[in-house]
């Protein structure tokens, strides 16, 4: 009976050498372990020096490759089509303890009072001006002339907040119960993958069977 390799890939692969290997890029099943065992060691795709940050294949460059070590195996698709190879540069230092304490006080703080604010404000019935003054005679012990550094800080920390949040910096491994931040996120991001998909494809920047 003709042996046949099941391929499943995500649609984005973040990777951080640039020899890939099949094992790196796909996951592999066949009845027949020595198959697989084989493959995974054989290498699929060298990233060139220059080539950008972010790849695009297609399945075909995968059936390519395994043609060429089994040139009669009989190959099933269970994933993606086509697909991202996503290059992180490995970090030159180890994060020491002392800055992840750092940012999860940060972010700490972050929560306390940007909750606290969401309160304040429910309860002036969403009134953010009515809340500066009272926060500005609370600290200055006087009533506010005019506009103050609270108003700069939040003209200011409103758009960056924004930019941040939607700026693609790292990928998180969603745990159970995702919240709706989270499917957002992921939604936002298969959308971005869809987009760098197309757009590669139109331009001819795809790696295609050659």
Not at 15 to 38: E, G, H, P, S, W
Not at 66 to 81: A, D, L, R
Not at 118 to 134: H, Y
């Amino acid at each position: 009976m003709e042996d046949i390799l099941y391929v499943k890939i995500e649609q984005n692969i973040p990777v951080k050498k640039r020899a890939l290997t099949f094992k790196d890029i796909a996951t592999l099943y066949c009845a027949n372990k020595d198959v697989v065992q084989k493959l995974e060691q054989e290498i699929f795709y060298t990233l060139p020096k220059d080539c950008q940050q972010k790849t695009m294949f297609t399945i075909g460059k995968v059936f390519e490759g395994i043609h060429k070590v089994y040139p009669s195996i009989q190959i099933e698709n269970i994933g993606e089509k086509d697909f991202i190879v996503d290059l992180e540069e490995p970090d030159q230092k180890e994060k020491s303890r002392a800055v992840e304490f750092a940012k999860a006080a940060f972010v700490s703080l972050v929560a306390f009072f940007g909750a606290a604010f969401t309160i304040m404000t429910f309860n002036e019935d969403v009134s953010v001006s009515s809340v500066f003054d009272k926060v500005y005679k609370i600290i200055m012990g006087t009533a506010k002339q005019g506009g103050s550094i609270l108003e700069i800080s939040y003209a200011i920390g409103l758009p960056a907040g924004i930019l941040i949040f939607y700026n693609h910096f790292r990928r998180r491994k969603i745990k159970n119960d995702p919240t709706p931040i989270q499917v957002e996120m992921r939604t936002y991001e298969e959308q971005v993958n869809k987009a760098l998909i197309s757009t590669a494809s139109r331009e001819g920047h795809t790696i295609d069977v050659n």
